[in-house]
Structure formats: structure tokens, C-alpha cells
């Protein structure tokens, strides 16, 4: 069993791996013991997404529907207004979110009034009492701590892949760009959202060096989502290959035991997960999903469907 308190500053690919490829169930019974010490017990936390900006991305990451270099049948549209916004907002607290978190389809948050309206769309949902996330691209050190002090709780800046695989999925920018945002979200003190995407044809080693550049974020993220690849027509990779549902397991389990303090969320990709996987995601660490008909872009279970399986496990909302 991993010991916490011999936890190292660096930990190196041998450590990740050695945790990842233990039999299955031995992991799952090593994330859950951890689980158990550093969160609270049968809680999940329910988040909903806002796709704020829709479309016309002109970054080229081969799984994103938004991406304006291919031809997907999404809804695009410009930035939403505050009413609109604050709306969805109110509706998500009310169906037992704790958590709104905001999208756009941006390379870089833009230095003009779109930036001043989100700032002060930050503020707004900041005083209904949830927590505030923002995903919304790159950004300066300058526009972090303008985010910050509009009360933004966190954002989320996915490194989706290893750094090898990373340059075969997203061409636009580079892994150093991303690595770059999390700098400045960490100088502004700023919480950090930061995952991946399991199922993109990536192997098991890119699996590991995801968790393990994860796990040496200093400090480490707050919050780690990790999405199945959900396959949509018209991206590049909407006839991949379904990923083994044991890897996302062994994913969930292995960023469980290494990001102790993190909420572990399963992501994008669960309506093409029955109960029993999702069941087996949560034994093995998972203490986050998103709530509501539609992620960004594509389908999410229904509010029903969830409560129904919520309660069938006696688990409760956070
Ligand atoms: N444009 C911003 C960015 O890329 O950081 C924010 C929005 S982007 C859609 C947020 C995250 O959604 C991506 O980093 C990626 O991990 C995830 N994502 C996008 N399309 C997906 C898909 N088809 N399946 C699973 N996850 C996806
Ligand atoms: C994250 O890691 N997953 C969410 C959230 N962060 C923004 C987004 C999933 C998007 C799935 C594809 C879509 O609906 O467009
Ligand atoms: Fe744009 Fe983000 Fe989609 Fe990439 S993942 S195409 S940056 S919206």
C-alpha cells in the first residue's frame, strides 16, 4: 500500500506504474482505503455545464465537436448574455448543483468586453452560494487575477494526454502552452481544474504520464476530470476504438491514489457507461459527475437516471 506520508516531491513514471498495473482489484481496494481517508463518504458532487460561447474554435483538437475545422451539426452562437447565463445557473443550484461550471470555445479569453461581461457573470454566480468554474482557453497572468478577484473558485485547463501523444490530437498550440496557463492560474490562486481524456487511441503509458505530470502539479489540481471520449460525427476521431472500460477504472483509481485531496470527476462519456461501470468508478475513487440533459455540445444522462441510480447505491449529493 502506498504510504502518504512518504509521499515524494517528484514522483517518476516506475511509481505511477507500478500503482496502475496492480491487479484490478487490489487497486481498487488500495484507491478506495485512500478515498476513505481524505474524502467524505458516499458523497458525490453534482456539477453542470454551460456552454457559454458555442462553436467556431479555430484550435484543431481532433476529439472537440466546437472545433471550426470540422463539420459537426452543434448549435453556435456568441457569447450568452448575463440573464441567460445567471438563468441556467439559478436552474442548476435547484436541481442540486454545487458546482457551475462555464465553457467557450476560445483558443484565449479575449481582451475586450467579452472578458469584462465574463467577469462579470463571475460575480454574479459567485453570490448564489456554488462553487464557480471556468474553462474558457488560454489566458494571461493579468486576465487570472482579474478572475480571481471577480470570486472565480476554480478553472479548468484539461492537459488531456501525455506530452508524446498530445502533438497527434491538438496542433494549434503546445503542451508547454498549457502547462504556461496552469502557471498563471497557480500565481493568482486560483484552484486548478486539470484532467484528460481517456479512449483518444492513446496507450497505457500516455494514460500514466497523464497522471503522473497531474500528480506533480505543484499544487496539485483541486479537481481532476476525466472524460471518455465522447465520439462525434464529422471530428476526426468519431470512428475510434472503444477503450477498454477496465483502463477508465484503473485511471480513476491510480489519479485517486496519487491526487489524494482531489475531487476525481467522471466526466464526459457516461451515457454510453451502464450503472454497474459507473458504480465501479466510484468504488474506485470517482466523487464528481456532471448533472443535467447536455454536457457542452453532446448528450449527458438524464437528471432521473441519475437520482434513480443515487439512490440505489445510498449514495447522496455533496
Ligand atoms: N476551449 C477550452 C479548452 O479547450 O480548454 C474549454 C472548453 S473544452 C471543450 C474543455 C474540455 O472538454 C477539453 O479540454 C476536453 O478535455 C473536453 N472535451 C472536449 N470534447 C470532448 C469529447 N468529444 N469527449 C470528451 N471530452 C471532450
Ligand atoms: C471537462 O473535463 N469535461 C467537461 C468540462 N471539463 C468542461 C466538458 C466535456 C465536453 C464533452 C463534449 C461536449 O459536450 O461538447
Ligand atoms: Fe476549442 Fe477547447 Fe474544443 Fe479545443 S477543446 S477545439 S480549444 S473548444
Known amino acids: 500500500m502506498l504510504n502518504l ?14 500503482i496502475y498495473n496492480k491487479p484490478l482489484l487490489e487497486l481498487v481496494y488500495e484507491a478506495q482505503t485512500i478515498h476513505r481517508q481524505y474524502q467524505p463518504h458516499n458523497k458525490i458532487q453534482l456539477c453542470t455545464l ?9 484550435e484543431d483538437c481532433k476529439y472537440c465537436p466546437q472545433s471550426s475545422r470540422y463539420k459537426t451539426d452543434i ?3 456568441s457569447l450568452l448574455s448575463k440573464k441567460e447565463v445567471l438563468e441556467q ?13 462555464m465553457g467557450a470555445a476560445w483558443k484565449n479569453i479575449p481582451d475586450n468586453s467579452d472578458f469584462d461581461e465574463i467577469l462579470d457573470i463571475v460575480k454574479e454566480v459567485s453570490k448564489l452560494n456554488v462553487e464557480v468554474c471556468c474553462t474558457l482557453g488560454m489566458l494571461t497572468e493579468k486576465q487570472a487575477h482579474k478572475l480571481k478577484e471577480a470570486g472565480l473558485t476554480a478553472y479548468n485547463h484539461n492537459l488531456d494526454t501525455s506530452s508524446k501523444f498530445y502533438k497527434e490530437i491538438i ?9 504556461q496557463t496552469i502557471q498563471y492560474l497557480a500565481s493568482a490562486g486560483i484552484q486548478l481544474c486539470c484532467g484528460g481524456i481517456i479512449g483518444l ?26 472524460n471518455v471520449l465522447v465520439k462525434v460525427p464529422g471530428t476526426p476521431l468519431s470512428e475510434q476504438n472503444e477503450i477498454d472500460s477496465f483502463e477508465l477504472v484503473r485511471t480513476i483509481a491510480t489519479s485517486r491514489i496519487f491526487i489524494p485531496k ?25 466523487n464528481s459527475i456532471f448533472i443535467g440533459e447536455k454536457l457542452l455540445t453532446t448528450d449527458n444522462p438524464q437528471i432521473n437516471k441519475d437520482k434513480q441510480l443515487f439512490e440505489k447505491l445510498g449514495v447522496s449529493p455533496l
Request: proline share 4%; hydrophobic share 30%.
Open 201 to 226: 487511441g492513446e496507450d497505457k503509458e500516455d494514460r500514466i504520464e497523464l497522471i503522473k505530470t497531474l500528480s506533480n502539479l505543484n499544487p496539485q489540481p483541486e479537481s481532476v476530470p476525466i
Open 171 to 179: 496542433t494549434t498550440r503546445t503542451y508547454e502552452d498549457r502547462l
Open 262 to 286: 482531489a475531487k476525481v470527476r467522471l466526466s464526459a462519456g457516461r451515457l454510453s457507461m451502464n450503472n454497474e461501470l459507473q458504480t465501479l468508478c466510484f468504488l474506485a475513487g470517482a
Open 75 to 77: 448549435e453556435k452562437y
Open 50 to 58: 454551460s456552454n457559454i460561447k458555442s462553436g467556431n474554435c479555430p
Open 5 to 18: 506520508e512518504e509521499k515524494k516531491a517528484t514522483y517518476l513514471t516506475e511509481d505511477i506504474s507500478n
Open 89 to 101: 445557473a439559478n436552474a442548476a443550484k435547484n436541481s442540486g448543483a454545487t458546482r457551475f461550471c
